[in-house]
C-alpha cells in the first residue's frame, strides 16, 4: 500500500469529488502536503478519509466525525474515542428508532385514510341516484335545445375532466 496518494488517486479509491477532498480540507479534516498546486495526501489522511466515510455512513454529522478523528491517539488503547463513538451510535440508533416508530404510524394513518376514502367513494355510487327528467308538456323536436339547467354535472365534470 502506498505512503503517498494524490486527490485522483483517493477521489476514485472512495468515489468521492474532488471537490468533496478539498471541502474536507478546507474544514480541518485533511492536511496533505503541497508540491506547487498538487496535493499529496499521506496514509494518515487516507485514514481520517475512511473515518469521515464511515461516520457520514452511520449518518454522524461531519462535526461529530471530526471530534471522534481528533480523539485518535496511537500511543493509547483508545478507550475514550471508542466510548464516544458508542455513545454516538447508541444516539443515532434511538433516533433511527424513532423515525421508524414515526414512518409505522404513518403508514397505518394513509392506511385507515385510504380505508376510509374507498368507503366514502363506494357509499357515494351506492347513493348515487340519477335525477328523472322532467317530462314536457309537448314532445321535442328536432330544433329543441335539451335542458340542462336541471341535469346535475357529470362526476368528470365536477373532476374537471371532459368526456
Known sequence: MPSQYSIRDLSQEF????????????KGLLA?????????????DRARLVLILRGKTLGLSLEQSADLI??????SNNKKQLEMLIDKICA???QLEEQKHQLEQMIVDLDDWERRSRMAMSKERKDFKPRKPKAKAAKAGKDDKPDFKNTPPSKDAVNGELS
Open 15 to 26: 468515489g468521492v469529488t474532488t471537490r468533496t477532498l478539498r471541502f474536507y480540507e478546507e
Open 70 to 75: 481528533s480523539m485518535y491517539d496511537p500511543a
Open 92 to 94: 443515532r440508533r434511538e
Open 32 to 44: 496533505p502536503l503541497r508540491d506547487g498546486q498538487s496535493r499529496i495526501y499521506s496514509a494518515a
